[in-house]
């Protein structure tokens, strides 16, 4: 028999300023263990080095973070011209030195003006994407390169905030799955040289662009002072654009059980919708067909 997690049933979704030095797993579990949460996940980490927001989800809300893995976000980054590192990032080794340019501020929003749009990414060895089962990280420590494809990204806006050489400043709002470091580098070769990042803030995660962080510090405050819960958001607060469908007794019925259920077509013809009861209380989440049955993706349990 497998043993139970300990813990609270704690559900809600924490919008963490991840402070600099730890990694997201070791923010997951900090911000987990102040909550004494028995179910936590993340909706995409942040390295090390970088600080900014990380979306905690605590109990039910964890089974939401999958769909939020698909979000655009919001960066400063601060690159470092003149010296290239085997990570791309300050916590890499060096392992070439390049000319630094003398370039113009207005030559040099051109350049980054260039890389604006659907543009293609090599993934950077020191990665969590898997190669046969294994982290690509894994490979690069043990010394092996394994070749790998580009990947389509988009670059919604590139903005200059400061070039004093030779350090370079730009903010970045991007799809999912672009690596910031991997930027840098391909934007220093645009301007024949190289760089590494030597900071990095997430300003948001979609759909959280006006949404206030909250730090580790002041979670500990808010625990100690009696107010923790007041840091939680609601466990769909991720899903904002996704439909509402209310249930009537004997729909709820089966959505409970994971049976699918008719709904109308009226209003919602197909795609994903948070499902809840006649008095407003959230029950899951339901992938919605053409032809007006729901079928129960997600079933939350939010009493246990």
Known sequence: ?????????????????????ISSNRALQKVRGIFQARKAG???????????????????????AAFMLQAGKKY?????????TTTGDIEGEPI???????????????????FVGDIEQVPPMYSALKHQGKPLYEY??????????????TIHELDLVSWQAPELVFDVRCSKGTYIRTLGEDIAKALDSCAY??????????PFEDQPMVSLEELQFARESGVLEQQLLPVDVGLPSWP????????????????????????????????????????GLAELSEDGIAHPSRVFNLDS
């Open 42 to 64: 993340h909706t995409g980490s942040l390295d090390p080095f970088a600080t900014g927001m990380l979306p905690i989800c605590l109990g039910e809300a964890s089974k939401t």
């Open 140 to 153: 690069a420590r043990a010394g092996i390169e394994i070749e790998r494809p580009a990947r389509p990204v």
């Open 244 to 283: 509402i469908i209310e249930l009537d007794d004997e729909q709820q019925s089966k959505f409970a059980n994971g049976n699918q259920f008719a709904y109308s077509t009226d209003i919602y013809k197909s795609g994903q919708a948070r499902v809840y009861g006649q008095d407003q209380n959230l029950l």
């Open 197 to 206: 990042l030597t900071g990095l803030h997430r300003f948001y995660v979609e």
């Open 76 to 84: 400063r980054a601060t690159a470092k011209l003149g010296k290239a």
């Open 1 to 21: 028999m497998s043993r139970r997690k300990s813990g609270l049933n704690i559900h809600g979704v924490v919008l963490l300023d991840k402070p600099v030095g």
């Open 96 to 114: 070439q030195t390049c000319p630094v340019p003398e370039i113009k501020e207005e030559d040099l929003r051109k350049v980054l003006a260039g």
